[in-house]
Each structure stands twice: as C-alpha cells, then as structure tokens.
C-alpha cells in the first residue's frame, strides 16, 4: 500500500518559514519524481516545485529564490522549505510521486500565511 505523508504544515506569519516532510512508503522512493503541489480555494492546483530522482530541482516562478525542494532517499522523505512567506501561499500543499504514467498524492497540509 503506497502512502505519502506530509507534516509540517500550520499558521504562521507573512515573512515566516515553514518546512513541509513528506515521508513516503510502499514505493522505490529513490525511482520517482517527487513534487509539492498546492491548491488555494477557488484555483486550481498547482505546481510548486519538483525534484528528479537525480536531485535536480524546478521551481514555479512564484516561489523561486524562496522555497527549496530536496529529498532524503535514505529517509525516503521529501521536504519543502518555504521561506519569506507570503499570505498568497496559503493553500494546501500536497506531496506528489511520479514515475512514468503512475503517481500518487498524498491528503494535504494546510498552510496559513497572516498576521
């Protein structure tokens, strides 16, 4: 049974850092294309920023110079580190695991940015 897990999520205020941990199981982590999506109400989701099973990282314009993606492939975890927060992050943020046509998403953390 595969199962990505995110934590981390939370209140914080516009100028703030969070770090989000998506731990994954049932899969070959070290083979799949992980990613952090997220979703405000009313838009639809998008992507934030990916990172190939060989390390290499891509980001959404909107957040590029201040979140970082990396994975621990020992830990089988990824984490998104989101610095200078702004109230237009707030979303869910969900884990994504690709590896060709197969994927697998994980149930969200909800991510407030205001003071």
């Known amino acids: 049974q595969v199962q990505l897990v995110e934590s981390g999520g939370g209140l914080v205020q516009p100028g703030g850092s969070l770090r989000l941990s998506c731990a994954a199981s049932?899969?070959?982590?070290?083979?799949?294309?992980m990613g952090w999506y997220r979703q405000a109400p009313g838009k639809q989701r998008e992507l934030v920023a990916g990172?190939?099973?060989?390390?290499?990282?891509d980001y959404a314009d909107s957040v590029k110079g201040r979140f970082t993606i990396s994975r621990d492939n020992a830990k089988n975890t990824v984490y998104l580190q989101m610095n200078s927060l702004k109230p237009e992050d707030t979303a869910v943020y969900y884990c994504?695991?690709?590896?060709?046509?197969?994927?697998?998403w994980g149930q969200g953390t909800q991510v407030t940015v205001s003071s």
């Open positions: 049932g899969i070959i982590f070290r083979f799949y294309v």
């Open positions: 990172i190939s099973s060989g390390g290499r990282s």
């Open positions: 994504n695991a690709q590896a060709g046509a197969t994927y697998y």
